[in-house]
């Protein structure tokens, strides 16, 4: 089994409109919901990723109530929880409900101390994350899919199994996408070497040894 050596990264970098600032690491995690054939996660790491999320939904669900809103994103292993929930103790609850599932890494949590955003906020937060999945696709040296984007009160998280490489990229996308406020890395970094050997490069096409005859 291939074993892949990873640096957790996770920073905030501000949008170009607002004071210029150094990064800050804010913790390390990383996440997507997405089980797509070109993830770089194997496919049971996927699978687990997912009963993490559906697991924790619904206990913080059960436990908070419809008083919280609260999504749960998990990239191997490593959650991230964005929404808002009404006090400071609700958000350490729903941190402590998460860690009290079994095989979870590390915890990130985002939560804001708010009302839970408005209609109108969540469609304009949906169309920040297409926006800027737009942008990526014409990033070249930059796959994607390698990247999850999720937006939060105008808030873009960042999140993949990527080279410092690619979460540049990725980071300069959102942040010079229109509307994005702050961008969030929460991603795994990887080498250029240990890309290679997740995505080899496509096999050349057989040379057919009639040709030219």
Same mark, same amino acid.
């Given at each position: 089994?291939?074993?892949? *050596?990873?640096?957790?990264?996770?920073?905030?970098?501000?949008?170009?409109?607002?004071?210029?600032?150094?990064?800050?690491?804010?913790?390390?995690?990383?996440?997507?919901?997405?089980?797509?054939?070109?993830?770089?996660?194997?496919?049971?790491?996927?699978?687990?990723?997912?009963? #993490? %999320?559906?697991?924790?939904?619904?206990?913080? %669900?059960?436990?908070?109530?419809? *008083?919280?809103? $609260?999504?749960?994103?998990?990239?191997?292993? *490593?959650?991230?929880?964005?929404?808002? $929930?009404?006090?400071?103790?609700?958000?350490?609850?729903? %941190?402590?409900?998460?860690?009290?599932? %079994?095989? #979870?890494?590390?915890?990130?949590?985002?939560?804001?101390?708010?009302?839970?955003?408005?209609?109108?906020?969540?469609?304009?937060?949906?169309?920040?994350?297409?926006?800027?999945?737009?942008?990526?696709?014409?990033?070249?040296?930059?796959?994607?899919?390698?990247?999850?984007? #999720?937006?939060?009160?105008?808030?873009?998280?960042?999140?993949?199994?990527?080279?410092?490489?690619?979460?540049?990229?990725?980071?300069? $996308?959102?942040?010079?996408?229109?509307?994005?406020?702050?961008?969030?890395? $929460?991603?795994?970094?990887?080498?250029?070497?240990?890309?290679?050997?997740?995505?080899?490069?496509?096999?050349?096409?057989?040379?057919?040894?009639?040709?030219?005859?």
């Amino acid at each position: 089994m291939l074993r892949v *050596r990873v640096g957790l990264l996770a920073a905030v970098v501000a949008a170009p409109w607002l004071t210029a600032c150094a990064p800050l690491v804010v913790g390390g995690a990383a996440a997507t919901s997405a089980l797509v054939a070109s993830d770089r996660r194997t496919s049971g790491a996927q699978l687990e990723d997912k009963r #993490i %999320e559906l697991k924790a939904s619904g206990s913080i %669900e059960k436990t908070l109530g419809a *008083r919280v809103h $609260v999504s749960v994103n998990s990239f191997n292993r *490593r959650v991230l929880l964005t929404g808002e $929930v009404p006090t400071e103790t609700d958000k350490k609850d729903a %941190e402590k409900i998460v860690r009290q599932i %079994e095989n #979870i890494a590390s915890v990130v949590n985002d939560l804001a101390i708010a009302a839970p955003s408005s209609l109108m906020q969540r469609s304009s937060d949906a169309l920040l994350t297409a926006r800027v999945k737009a942008r990526m696709l014409d990033t070249r040296g930059l796959d994607p899919n390698a990247v999850s984007v #999720i937006t939060e009160r105008g808030t873009v998280y960042l999140m993949g199994l990527v080279t410092q490489r690619e979460a540049d990229l990725a980071t300069e $996308v959102a942040r010079t996408s229109s509307g994005v406020q702050r961008v969030v890395r $929460v991603v795994e970094v990887i080498s250029e070497a240990e890309l290679k050997r997740l995505v080899p490069p496509p096999a050349s096409a057989p040379v057919d040894s009639k040709s030219g005859s």
